[in-house]
Nanobody, 123 residues
Framework: VQLQASGGGLVQAGGSLRLSCAASGRSFSSYTTGWFRQAPGKEREFVAAITVSGDGTSYADSVKGRFTTSRDNAKNTVYLQMNSLKPEDTAVYYC?????????????????RGQGTQVTVSS
C-alpha cells in the first residue's frame, strides 16, 4: 500500500490544520494507521494511532486533547485534526500503516510509511 500525507502548511499558534493520509494500491480498511512527526534535529516521535475500524485511538501526551485522528475507510483516508497548535508542533508529519488492529507507538512496527507533509506553527 502506498501512503501520501497532505494538508500541512503555515499556521499561527492557536490555529488548526487537518492532515490527510491517503492510501492507494490496496484497501486501507485492514490497516492500523499511525501518525509520527520529526522536527529538525530531533528524533521521530509518535503522535497518534487509530485501529482498523476507528473505534480505538492512542495519542502522545503532548497532543492529547488537541489532536484527533479519524478515518474514512470508504475513502481510503485517515485524518489528523490538529487544534490549538503550538510552535513546538512544528515538524514534518508522516503517516504509517500496518496490518492488524493493535496500536503501536514505535515506527518500526509499521510496514508502510508515506511521504511527509510540513507543518509550521509561528508564534
Amino acid at each position: 500500500v502506498q501512503l501520501q500525507a497532505s494538508g500541512g502548511g503555515l499556521v499561527q499558534a492557536g490555529g488548526s490544520l487537518r492532515l490527510s493520509c491517503a492510501a492507494s494500491g490496496r484497501s486501507f480498511s485492514s490497516y492500523t494507521t499511525g501518525w509520527f512527526r520529526q522536527a529538525p534535529g530531533k528524533e521521530r516521535e509518535f503522535v497518534a494511532a487509530i485501529t482498523v475500524s476507528g473505534d480505538g485511538t492512542s495519542y502522545a501526551d503532548s497532543v492529547k486533547g488537541r489532536f484527533t485522528t479519524s478515518r474514512d475507510n470508504a475513502k481510503n483516508t485517515v485524518y489528523l485534526q490538529m487544534n490549538s497548535l503550538k510552535p513546538e508542533d512544528t515538524a514534518v508529519y508522516y503517516c504509517a500503516a500496518r496490518s492488524g488492529s493493535s496500536l503501536y507507538r514505535w515506527i518500526d512496527a509499521y510496514n508502510y510509511r508515506g511521504q511527509g507533509t510540513q507543518v509550521t506553527v509561528s508564534s
